[in-house]
């Protein structure tokens, strides 16, 4: 009998929780020995809680972390602190950990699986990106004779949701927004999600596992989705596009890219179906060519599945199988001025002759070819110009947009949108 | 270092090869250890091989099965016999086995899995079904906690080819069966893929996993894509579907059922945009939801993927984390005469009023309700009726379609097809 305790009772506690009440019977059958649940850390005393964890509950961490019946920590309280504290403590007393936290996770993954390391247990985290989908465990051991050449995905249910809210309901940013807040998918603070910042952690963690490359969330370039409005989609759409929240790692001759921005992708895309609060994964190796990987990024029991998977993995694996940190290569991310793409560019300017000509011209001396332009309807005698360009370098875009600002006839740049032309 | 022998050097051998020769620093830097290829045994004596490959070439499997030095055997031969015997050889003589024989696995695969346990060896065949996409492993651990209720897949990609070329370039099955054949997508004698068998193979293996029951491909009701005429498809994409050979297994509340056939897909349906040569798998379990997992089915490197990461596996793990028979379940597979599932008729009968009444009617005293009934047009007074049904049991279907043959106003009953209006 495995005896684990849980850090924290909050969505994903509770469901670690009924899972493994629910499924009892089949997980002992499946892995062999029965999975006890010990203690589980909560903050709150004042809370109601249901009869038969009234025994097991407990408000001292250290009964968890330093109690030596204890065979595994599964950490679900999320945040960085005092998460890391409790992980390194457990780690440091031989205990088996399972996290969820993409935040300790991302930033400090590479210290805390060599600390596993020294102290020969194992750490997982399948929960920290995408939930239930099977993805990290899948790159680590199933694409292990690959070398993976680009990683993308859609890893933040929130922001996709609104996207998808605002294509299909013609919606405006802040009304998808306050919709995703009133069912739930959106926090008060929303920032971490639409600001890309959720998603940043994410691909930090896939990155760093797929190009064997420490990757931590500051050497992400990210951007969110506060700046797309209606009519960016709109125009996306009537161009055969749409427009998702895309975070990406891509290997390159040059080296390795790591970003998160808002993506015009063709409908035939396969990222472009995954709407509303589900998340995919494409994984390019040398090998296997592509794959996908799609299901529930988020939500309580899907991410206990991943959880509990973890669990029972964490408890059989031993020294000769341990999951170690696998970035043996020393290597940056390049800086996004590299980064090459095509874009789209949405322009307010003056409606009079000479206007598209001089804006041409500005992509034209920073190297910019274009792909189409196309002239919307004018307004009050200024029109909107929708402009997608062929590849470039990010630099080339930056030079090119605070030119185009600067032009007299330009009253306003609005959007700056990278375009992904290959299905 | 661990050392490996090969038996078979076909397409999936030569990439094994391949693979390992060309990712040997990544696979050796995330593994741990370098893979030595020892021993490959060909069959053919006269055929040329790459010089580097001769020293190591052997026409005798007992150099690779009984050779104390090799600690695992890849099967990549293929068929049925000798593929078992070497394996159980293998098996016998502690070596790990790893396989992409489906026709092995499919039918012997408990007894194998047991063998390799009473042993203290692991069998792992990964590359058995749906290629490079990893997915028995994923079934196995990481959706350990889940009661798996539902799994379907396209899981052939020469009748997935046909299918996609049968209805993007308006043909008639015999001219793209005769394209797949041209491509290399179907072999000579095609019937293991276009009736249905290698498929059936393939759910058998998945439903065993799944539903913690055993399932053989005898146990598994099989049709095949020969009957689907480019009508059909026309049909059904008029009224929003695909047709797509679709393999299924189903938990109800009476029981298992697994099976293969066609269906009508809505376009809406995940399995609907898998196209040409492309598997996909989707996954309902009771915590994670549906899952998708999506790529390439087959080919030289893809299926290596698979086989390399099974070869890692095997050699890493023991005897607390193998990988046992799970079908600890004793159930049968329920007979397809309960299946439920709407259906699509396609029925010749003569253009005179009264008959379609005639053929409601026998629906009718079948308990079967009818969703929609189209008269398409008439040809020398013989009219094309299309008929879909609600969701009736298949006994109900196969009394319908006699009775309905046996009218003496219906000249044919030209197509029974499965529909799922879920998507």
Do not use: W
């Not at 709150?44 to 109690?67: A, G, H, V």
């Amino acid at each position: 009998m495995a005896k684990i305790g849980i850090l924290g009772l909050g969505t994903v506690g509770s469901g670690v929780v009924e899972l493994i009440l629910k499924n009892r019977d089949i997980i002992e059958r499946k892995c062999g020995f029965p999975i006890n649940i010990k203690k589980i850390l909560v903050r709150d005393e004042s809370k109601k809680r249901p009869d038969y964890l009234k025994e097991i509950i407990t408000y001292k961490p250290e009964e968890i972390i330093n109690e030596p019946e204890i065979d595994l920590v599964v950490e679900v309280m999320g945040g960085e602190e005092p998460a890391l504290t409790y992980i390194k403590q457990a780690l440091n007393n031989k205990k088996h950990v399972v996290t969820a936290n993409k935040e300790v996770i991302s930033k400090y993954g590479k210290e805390l699986l060599e600390l596993a390391q020294q102290n020969k247990v194992n750490l997982l985290f399948e929960a920290s990106v995408a939930g239930g989908i099977p993805i990290i465990i899948p790159l680590k051991e199933s694409l292990i004779a690959n070398e993976i050449n680009n990683i993308m995905g859609i890893l933040n249910g929130t922001t996709n949701f609104i996207l998808t809210q605002m294509e299909e309901n013609k919606m405006e940013f802040s009304e998808a927004l306050d919709l995703a807040k009133k069912l739930g998918y959106a926090e008060s603070d929303p920032s971490a999600d639409i600001k890309g910042f959720d998603a940043a952690r994410k691909i930090a963690i896939l990155s760093s596992i797929a190009f064997n490359v420490r990757v931590t969330p500051d050497k992400v370039y990210t951007e969110g989705i506060d700046g797309i409005s209606y009519t960016d989609i709109k125009y996306a759409q009537e161009m055969g596009f749409t427009i998702k929240l895309v975070a990406e790692g891509q290997r390159t001759d040059d080296g390795i890219f790591v970003l998160v921005a808002p993506v015009l992708l063709r409908k035939e895309h396969p990222l472009s179906s995954v709407k509303d609060v589900y998340n995919a994964v494409i994984v390019e190796g040398d090998a296997v060519g592509r794959l996908m990987f799609y299901g529930r990024g988020a939500g309580k029991m899907p991410t206990a599945s991943a959880v509990v998977s973890d669990i029972i993995k964490a408890l059989k694996t031993d020294e000769k199988n341990r999951l170690n940190c696998t970035c043996f290569r020393e290597e940056e991310v390049l800086p996004i001025k590299l980064f090459r793409s095509a874009y789209y560019f949405r322009i307010k300017a003056l409606d009079k002759p000479g206007v598209l000509s001089k804006i041409s011209g500005v992509f034209g001396q920073n190297n910019i070819n274009l792909y189409m332009v196309i002239q919307k309807n004018s307004v009050d005698n200024i029109a909107e110009i929708v402009i997608i360009t062929y590849e470039t370098s990010f630099k080339n875009i930056q030079r090119a947009v605070d030119e185009i600002k600067s032009l007299d006839e330009v009253s306003e740049v609005s959007s700056v949108i990278r375009v992904k032309e290959e299905v």
